[in-house]
């Protein structure tokens, strides 16, 4: 792995390129998200309105 500059502050997309490349070569990947203890899949961005409150909840009722 080469050596990475440490970053602080705004990362340019050369940078944020550099470091993609040295995470994808490593082979680090993201963990799977959890909410409330139940693992989001990918299919949920598809998910929006359905079963779920069209307006904010109050309570966990539809307002």
């Given at each position: 792995?080469?050596?990475l500059p440490p970053v602080h502050g705004l990362v340019d997309?050369?940078?944020?390129?550099?470091?993609?490349?040295?995470?994808?070569?490593?082979?680090?990947?993201?963990?799977?998200?959890?909410?409330?203890?139940?693992?989001?899949?990918?299919?949920?961005?598809?998910?929006?309105?359905?079963?779920?409150?069209?307006?904010?909840?109050?309570?966990?009722?539809?307002?």
């Amino acid at each position: 792995m080469p050596h990475l500059p440490p970053v602080h502050g705004l990362v340019d997309p050369e940078m944020a390129h550099i470091y993609t490349q040295a995470v994808d070569h490593a082979g680090i990947t993201a963990a799977p998200l959890r909410l409330l203890g139940h693992v989001v899949g990918p299919d949920l961005s598809g998910r929006a309105g359905k079963g779920s409150c069209a307006r904010p909840c109050a309570g966990g009722v539809r307002a």
